[in-house]
């Protein structure tokens, strides 16, 4: 069963960082795109940072200079590194990848984690 997996969210006040992390596992032949997003209170879930094969990279302007989006494509895994939290950053975070499931396959599928709380205290 394919999945992705995040950790690392949590509660931190104003000002701090955390580093979210998601986990492609099951039988993946490739992995095309990864993102992540996030989705506040009342809120549409919109994009905040996005990286592809080739690592090249980009961000919300909420975001830009704070948050740095990264993947380590033996792992399957991409990251997202937030610094100067702020409290409009509160959001559940979701992770998202474009994985291709058979061998040789071009045929990719978008599959979504299962959200992480981030929750920025003023």
């Known amino acids: 069963q394919v999945q992705l997996v995040e950790s690392g969210g949590g509660l931190v006040q104003a000002g701090g960082s955390l580093r979210l992390s998601c986990a492609a596992s099951?039988?993946?032949?490739?992995?095309?795109?990864m993102a992540w997003y996030r989705q506040a209170p009342g809120k549409q879930r919109v994009l905040v940072a996005r990286?592809?094969?080739?690592?090249?990279?980009n961000y919300a302007d909420s975001v830009k200079g704070r948050f740095t989006i990264s993947r380590d494509a033996a792992k399957n895994t991409v990251y997202l590194q937030m610094n100067s939290l702020k409290f409009e950053d509160t959001a559940v975070y979701y992770c998202?990848?474009?994985?291709?499931?058979?061998?040789?396959?071009?045929?990719?599928?978008?599959?979504w984690g299962q959200g992480t709380q981030v929750t920025v205290s003023s």
């Open positions: 998202y990848a474009e994985l291709a499931l058979n061998l040789g396959s071009t045929s990719f599928y978008q599959y």
């Open positions: 099951g039988s993946i032949f490739s992995i095309r795109n």
């Open positions: 990286i592809t094969t080739g690592s090249t990279t």
